[in-house]
């Protein structure tokens, strides 16, 4: 099994920018599909951005709009997300997920492993 663990969570004004860091271990992330998910207080976890592991395709939720970008580091075995023009509504606590295919991944619960998550907070 793989392990994940999720940092660079902050507070910052709206219109700033983050670099979130999802480290993992016990496995390679190069045969696992990453994806990153968000919770809000009171709200369901929903889908951000996912980075396949075949064939290096990504996507985003619509709501990110271009403003979020997934990539990977084989070699520190980290997948990152850069959150760009955030707004009050990107609040959320932050989770990195794997998984061992390509399909469903913008479904949370098509993911076998996840992290603990890291809180981004953005004032107005």
């Known amino acids: 099994q793989v392990q994940l663990v999720e940092s660079g969570g902050g507070s910052v004004q709206a219109g700033g920018s983050l670099r979130l860091s999802c480290a993992a271990s016990?496995?390679?992330?190069?045969?696992?599909?990453l994806g990153w998910f968000r919770q809000a207080p009171g709200k369901e976890r929903d889908f951000v951005a996912a980075?396949?592991?075949?064939?290096?395709?990504?996507y985003y939720a619509d709501s990110v709009n271009n403003r979020f970008t997934i990539s990977r580091d084989n070699a520190k075995n980290t997948v990152y997300l850069q959150v760009n023009s955030l707004k009050p509504e990107d609040t959320a606590l932050y989770y990195c997920?794997?998984?061992?295919?390509?399909?469903?991944?913008?479904?949370?619960?098509?993911?076998?492993?996840w992290g603990q998550g890291t809180q981004v907070t953005v004032s107005s």
């Open positions: 997920a794997a998984k061992s295919s390509n399909v469903n991944l913008r479904l949370s619960g098509s993911y076998a492993y």
């Open positions: 980075s396949m592991w075949s064939g290096g395709s990504t």
């Open positions: 016990g496995r390679t992330i190069s045969t696992y599909t």
